[in-house]
């Protein structure tokens, strides 16, 4: 039951605190919230984002207003896109009086596919996510974050095999910094096109011969992913810093083939 207006009740965050130690970053985590986000071709796709929202606390103060976290996103309506998340962050730091924070969404985002000879159409699911961020004394950036799922095939085991070559399922994680909008879409094709091959939701037996021979005629090492893919990310002028990491599901190994490669383009 909600307190009479009449009644004082004290605001404990706002009390000074003598420890005199500014908190980086203090807020929510783990927060899920369904979303209307705005696509590349400007459509909207509905999704449920797991949020993190933190703001910069100065030494001075004993707390930050948790509530207002979660009445700022009760008070959102619309569609939002990536312009639209710096009007989220500066409101956010706006209603809790800081100068620096950080809103992170985490979301599935689908993207529908053709299969490469039949045609047939199904959907496949990508993880991906926005970090937007602006710490004290600098302008805010936006990050964008896609992890695709891609086959890749070892050129060793092609080599020297009498037969075929082992194969297996990897995921290509991007993370780069804007400086102008991006697709999600745009970012996934990217590292796509530099695995051995993509995969599809849905696939006939004549797609199923051409993703074989596709993987089999473009072999990768977990290296060579990463260092395709830099390439692409260097020469696009919407990036401003990047990450490209690899991990293959080895099929004939217990563990994992790990790359990660990074850089900022100039």
């Known amino acids: 039951m909600n307190a009479p207006e009449k009644l004082f009740l004290p605001d404990v965050q706002s009390s000074p605190d003598d420890r005199l130690l500014a908190i980086q970053k203090v807020g929510v985590k783990g927060l899920r919230c369904p979303i209307q986000l705005l696509a590349a071709n400007g459509d909207s796709q509905a999704t449920v984002a797991t949020l993190a929202m933190t703001v910069g606390l100065g030494p001075a103060i004993k707390g930050t207003h948790?509530?207002?976290f979660?009445?700022?996103?009760?008070?959102?309506?619309?569609?939002?896109?990536?312009?639209?998340?710096f009007r989220l962050l500066e409101e956010m730091l706006l209603r809790l009086d800081?100068?620096?924070?950080?809103?992170?969404?985490?979301?599935p985002w689908f993207i529908r596919k053709q299969a490469p000879v039949s045609g047939v159409e199904s959907l496949l699911d990508y993880d991906a996510a926005f970090v937007v961020e602006r710490e004290e004394g600098r302008y805010p950036t936006l990050t964008l974050a896609v992890t695709a799922?891609?086959?890749s095939l070892c050129p060793c085991s092609k080599k020297i095999a009498d037969y075929g070559a082992h194969n297996q399922r990897s995921l290509i994680t991007l993370e780069v910094r804007l400086n102008a909008m991006l697709g999600i879409e745009e970012l996934v094709r990217i590292a796509e096109d530099?695995?051995?091959c993509e995969v599809f939701g849905l696939l006939k037996r004549p797609d199923?011969?051409?993703v074989t021979?596709?993987?089999?005629?473009?072999?990768?090492f977990v290296e060579d992913l990463v260092r395709d893919i830099a390439l692409r990310l260097m020469k696009e002028p919407r990036i401003g810093e990047w990450k490209v990491i690899s991990?293959?599901?080895?099929?004939i190994h217990n563990h994992s083939a790990y790359a990660e490669l990074h850089g900022v383009n100039v």
Do not use: C, H
Request: glycine content about 6%.
């Open 247 to 251: 991990e293959n599901f080895e099929s």
């Open 98 to 107: 800081a100068s620096s924070g950080r809103i992170e969404l985490r979301f």
């Open 208 to 210: 199923e011969k051409w």
């Open 66 to 68: 948790m509530s207002r």
């Open 149 to 151: 799922p891609v086959t």
């Open 70 to 85: 979660i009445e700022l996103l009760e008070e959102r309506r619309g569609v939002l896109s990536q312009e639209g998340m």
């Open 194 to 196: 530099e695995a051995s």
């Open 213 to 220: 021979e596709r993987a089999y005629d473009n072999p990768k």
